[in-house]
């Protein structure tokens, strides 16, 4: 009877983490787990420096590279490598792929990649800044995070952007990747809650890392408006690209957290919720059974998302029960430019109604909106799905309604409205996306991420170049209007 094939598993933990410790007890019980199937398990726990500020992610892709490396050039039995990523592990051995395997085209040694409650698309929390981030103790330990991951970490960052097109990419090679899963939990460690930081129990994240911006299942949409006529009419914004990602298994685990000894994803003193669907993850071994995995995720996600499952309630001492209601999210990253590439300074974004009118949104469909302090021009939207698409009423285990049915709305549209003065030489005009060219709804889907690029149209007024004849009188032209026409 053969041997059966070693497996070389390597922990890679999240931003903030200090020491070891913050891999809690899953190695352990993972371990344990495969052993008892008959698998021969080495594990490594990877260690890097994240709370430095000149360290971005791309540094430690690059240091990750060099000590895989050297950690498989020393061992004496070949087998399957996983990696266990947690949080900012997530992207960061995405960046490893994408710099080090998939561009010079390197064979990959990996043969699973899990990544838990990654930041994939970010984090809301990343825009608090250094010193009020390091406050949240609970959360990091009391340590000053550093500025370079946490610039990565912002919400429409340019360096998150890169990541996340190239994944998106139709070219994108795929042969030899490993199998990719991402794992998340839908959890709020009401104890951990900060008062002064609302996104530490934002509906429809882990309290750091919102499943939408954890599941690779996303879609990209980009838009390019019409040369307008005249410098101060609008002008139409059309589709000019759409595309989905590939499909990656996706698992929400219910009532699990981002960190914590009671309810975190790694740290949690019950490993269970985690460590099964995690075996199951690193049992697949052909594409068929990756399908298979794929399709029961998105079936337990289901079940786990239907309105008769959305309640939490927390018992409160000599207080009326609080209640929580856990609809489906997306969230929609919206970057504008223009032709020339250049950011077209602030600009409100509007999602509109019906008509397209913004002020016929249905009541609680913004979770929130957070614009990039980077990158004037990008704005992230949390939506709540089931007050765009509706939802029928939520029900106590008595029989009480907690909420209404929801009847929704839509079709839904989307409003630029560029700032800066209309008598600008150069400008930009008002855009608008008409829910019969597009209604946004249709490409908005339960715990996913939308990127949204705006090509907007760039205005020189007729007046910023004019001729004349030279035997003409003298012509000061400082102040000489800039005119309607546009070049």
Known sequence: MASPEPLLIVFVHGWGATGTAAYGGLPAALAGALGERGEVVHIELGRYVSFRDEVTLPDLARAFDAALAELLAGRRHRGRVACIAHSTGGPLLREWLHR???????????????????????????????????????????????????????????AGYRLAHAWLSPERPRRGWPWLFVLS????????????????????????????????NASYLRLRQDAPRRADAP???????????????????????????????????DPRPTLEPLLRCLAVRDPRGYRALTAAFAHENAVHQDVANRVEVQRVPLLPDRVFIHDPHAMLVVRIFDQSGARPGDADVLLTGPGGDPDRLPRGFL????????????????????????????????????????????????????RGGARRVVGHVQGRLDATELDLLDVLHP?????????????????????????????????????????
């Open 100 to 158: 080090h395997v998939e561009e010079p085209r390197r064979p990959c040694p990996v043969s699973h990649l899990v990544m838990l409650a990654p930041a994939n698309f970010g984090s809301a929390l990343a825009q608090l800044g250094k010193s009020r981030l390091a406050a949240l103790a609970a959360w990091f330990g009391g340590i000053e995070p550093g500025q370079g991951v946490l610039d990565w970490l912002e919400l429409g960052s340019d």
């Open 447 to 487: 715990n996913e991420t939308t990127i949204l690029d705006i090509v907007m149209h760039r205005t020189v007024r007729r007046g910023a170049f004019r001729l004349g004849p030279a035997d003409g009188p003298t012509v000061d032209f400082r102040r000489e209007p800039m005119g309607d026409g546009v070049v």
């Open 185 to 216: 939990g839908d959890g709020i460690d009401r104890r951990l809650y900060d008062h002064v930081n609302a996104y530490t129990g934002e509906t429809g994240s882990d309290g750091v890392v919102r499943l939408a911006s954890a599941n690779l």
């Open 235 to 269: 002008a139409a914004l059309r589709v000019a690209e759409l595309r989905r990602a590939r499909p990656t298994a996706f698992r929400i685990l219910p009532g699990v957290a981002h960190t914590g000894p009671r309810m975190g994803i790694m740290t949690a003193r």
């Open 367 to 418: 979770t929130d909106r957070q614009g990039n302090s980077r990158h004037p021009g990008v704005v992230t939207f949390h939506l709540n799905l089931a007050s765009l698409a509706g939802s029928p009423a939520v029900v106590a285990a008595d029989g009480r309604v907690l909420r209404p049915a929801l009847p929704g709305g839509g079709p839904y549209g989307l409003l630029v409205r560029p």
